[in-house]
DNA sequence: AAATAATTTAAACACTTGTTTGAAATAAGT
DNA sequence: ACTTATTTCAAACAAGTGTTTAAATTATTT
């Protein structure tokens, strides 16, 4: 088994735990137990328990946060001057959304921690900084009524929507016969919803 | 020292902890080295630590799930049958907002975690899940355009911006220099957000 | 004041935590 | 084939986990 191999195995398990468990309540040695491996592998290849939490999560979000600038320069440059906020909110949201979508449970599982979880999304969101600073000049200038206070403020009221449809966590309350939108359904909903939210006050035309 | 003297401390230094560094990472003796009580203690009037730690949650969440509910009546009975979304968002949000700013910081720490931590979220909500139900009824009166689906999905959509406002998340992606909201008009921002993505696609009239 | 009940305490229980160590096992390079 | 590197492993480290027990201390009642 080369380094790789191992490597990955052990990236694979904690990612599935984490999403199962919760990041804190997950053991280095509940990891290697499931991984078929000794607890020193995981210091011999990332030296630390808090390193490997980091790669767990980067693995999933540069990819992401890649594509949300791709789009986000690509529209700048065809669609100038001013972006429609529903392209902006689209740009943003649905490069999670697919990828949340392409992969397996343990992975849509892990996303949702990444947008749920205070101690996690708090050093998630300051790792993007720029990102999201990016984004916040696109928004501002499609929608020019609204102060940056105010751009900052929806922008996060977005982020905690798409956390709470990543986690899922809507059926906790509908029972378990309740309906559920499919898939894209239910992006679209999201996509309305703070498309409609960050239009809010806007002046009639 | 009488019982409900130490009860309380606990409770009290409980919620301190949970706010401050989560509720799965605050180890029984932490809370007790921080009251000046012993470990004993806390099993003698809780029984476990997950009784404490629902008891923990109900001080807070009981009082502002009653006051939804009485707005709710109140307005069912005074302004028939239609109640306007901007109203329900503001029945449902306001008793939220109000004792949280009512109370010292740790209490808000607390709120934000029983609102964004998956963990606690879940059971939380499922416990609340006839006044969320009784909610979902008047929504769907005041927007009879959606499906049920759709209401509840968008009811869920407010709960994540609502859990992150509480949590405070956003300065997190604008620097310690960013301006911020005063409570009052960040409520504002909060319920106009809401109102506006619940009222998503209503038609024109 | 004596007896009963309620509360607090130190100590131990069995078990889990992240991290380190040094010796085995495997792979790569000469 | 022999010698380096690299990778794995069992074992131990010191500290921390929730929970229980039985004795000591307070409060309350008779």
């Not at 607890?39 to 540069?62: D, M, P, Q, T």
């Not at 929608?143 to 977005?158: K, N």
């Amino acid at each position: 088994m080369n380094t790789s191999d191992t490597k990955n195995k052990i990236l694979d398990t904690a990612e599935r735990l984490f999403a199962r468990q919760g990041i804190g309540a997950t053991s280095l040695r509940a990891i290697v137990r499931e991984a078929g491996l000794n607890v020193a592998a995981i210091h011999y290849h990332f030296g630390s328990r808090e390193a490997l939490v980091l790669e767990v999560f980067n693995r999933r979000l540069k990819p992401i946060n890649q594509q949300r600038v791709a789009r986000l320069e690509e529209m700048e440059q065809t669609r100038s001057p001013a972006i429609p906020l529903n392209d902006l909110v689209r740009a943003f949201l649905e490069p999670v959304f697919s990828y949340f979508y392409d992969q397996p449970p343990q992975v849509r599982g892990l996303m949702a921690r990444l947008h749920t979880e205070p101690d996690v999304t708090r050093p998630v969101l300051q790792q993007y900084h720029e990102i999201l600073q990016r984004f916040q000049g696109a928004f501002l200038n499609a929608a020019p009524w609204l102060t940056p206070e105010q751009v900052r403020y929806r922008m996060s009221f977005m982020i905690g929507s798409m956390g709470i449809m990543l986690s899922g966590r809507h059926p906790a309350f509908c029972g378990k016969n309740g309906a559920r939108l499919k898939p894209e359904q239910l992006f679209e909903e999201v996509i309305q919803y703070n498309t409609a939210g960050l239009s809010a006050g806007a002046p009639k035309k």
